[in-house]
């Protein structure tokens, strides 16, 4: 498997897609970044950076903005999908017709997207391997961990983890992404890895609404390891490895996104805990929050796989079922008391 690919294709110009796109032109490799609108695409390419999602971070020379599929995909050799969950189906599609018209030599293609399917509660390397055609799909990796757009845009140095059934795959991916401030780790649990950038999101929100409530470290704290032991029930029951929810797509991306200042997921939550709608809060965002339909589809697997999961059915009840966060807290405590550690 070659790791001297020169030519990527960044499908989705929201804050991450555009970091990673930062991240690879940096590297002298020819990246082009597709936007969905013809209009946001020519604003990129005027600006040279990206003002809505990412301000203040420059574009290297070798990235290049597009509305066109077709230009995008030309000559790619790494798809990377960063698109929304609601909208990775519809954009994977897409680019099958794009193959199917004009066939690609792609030698990997990699979700960094962190959610799973509404409709039909499918990680999104399923996504690829329905709506991709074999030969492409089977090349899927994942791409996941503590991981802020900013903060990697800026060269901040953080790690993160790259799962792929193919470990010689996972490994030339490994060397693509790692730079002097990121570090990339291999991993073949790829439903594990997926299923961490999931849950995640959903305590995150758990998290905010406690802080967003006034309460302290204490809660904060006993959110976050509860939080862990269901992500890794759910893992163990969906055929994950355990271990990887102590690495960095699982603990690691956990601790991130309840506990930082820039995760959107925390910020819903802390005005729900303030006693703002969700209706509202949403309409105030210029990003979206996966969070929220990561919880849909979080607490149908749950039941699917009759696991478990107080603090998702919680966040479950307050943003689909008109829950009051105090009323959420309630039962949440009332709980029957039982041991702590619990075989899987």
């Known amino acids: 498997m070659s790791s001297c690919w020169e030519r990527i294709a960044v499908l989705g110009a929201g804050s991450w897609g555009t970091a990673l796109g930062v991240l690879l032109a940096g590297k002298g490799l020819d990246v082009r970044l597709w936007a969905r609108r013809d209009e946001f695409a020519a604003e990129l390419r005027k600006a040279a950076e990206n003002r809505l999602y990412l301000p203040g971070i420059g574009f290297p020379p070798t990235l ?71 030969a492409v799909s089977e090349r899927a990796a994942v791409l996941s961990g503590p991981s802020f757009a900013d903060e990697v845009a800026k060269g901040m140095p ?77 893992g163990v029951a969906m055929g994950a490895e355990p271990l990887t929810f102590s690495g960095l797509a699982g603990v690691g991306d956990l601790v991130l996104t309840c506990t930082g200042d820039l995760s959107r997921n925390r910020r819903v939550g802390l005005e729900l805990g303030r006693g703002r709608s969700l209706e509202e809060i949403l309409s105030s965002m210029k990003m979206v929050a996966e969070g929220v339909r990561n919880t849909y589809s979080v607490q149908r697997l749950a039941e699917r796989y009759s696991v478990e999961m107080p603090i998702t059915q919680c966040v479950y009840r307050v943003l689909y079922e008109g829950y009051g966060p105090r009323e959420a807290v309630e039962e949440l405590m009332a709980r029957p008391l039982k041991d702590e550690i619990r075989f899987f």
């Open 64 to 134: 290049r903005p597009t509305s066109s599929l077709d230009e995008a995909l030309d000559g790619a050799q790494v798809l990377l999908f960063v698109v929304p969950s609601h909208g990775f189906r519809g954009v994977a599609r897409q680019v099958a017709e794009v193959i199917a018209n004009q066939p690609l030599e792609v030698e990997a293609v990699v979700s960094a997207t962190k959610g799973i399917e509404n409709d039909t509660l499918e990680v999104m390397t399923s996504v690829l391997a329905d709506e991709l055609p074999a």
């Open 158 to 234: 953080t790690a993160v983890t790259i799962a792929s059934a193919d470990q010689s795959l996972s490994s030339a991916l490994r060397e693509l992404f790692s730079t002097p401030f990121l570090r990339a780790y291999s991993s073949a649990d790829i439903i594990g890895v997926q299923l961490g950038g999931t849950v995640k999101n959903v305590m995150a929100i758990a998290v905010g609404i406690s802080d967003g409530m006034g309460f302290g470290s204490n809660t904060r704290a006993a959110l976050i390891t509860r939080g862990l032991a269901e992500m890794a029930r759910l």
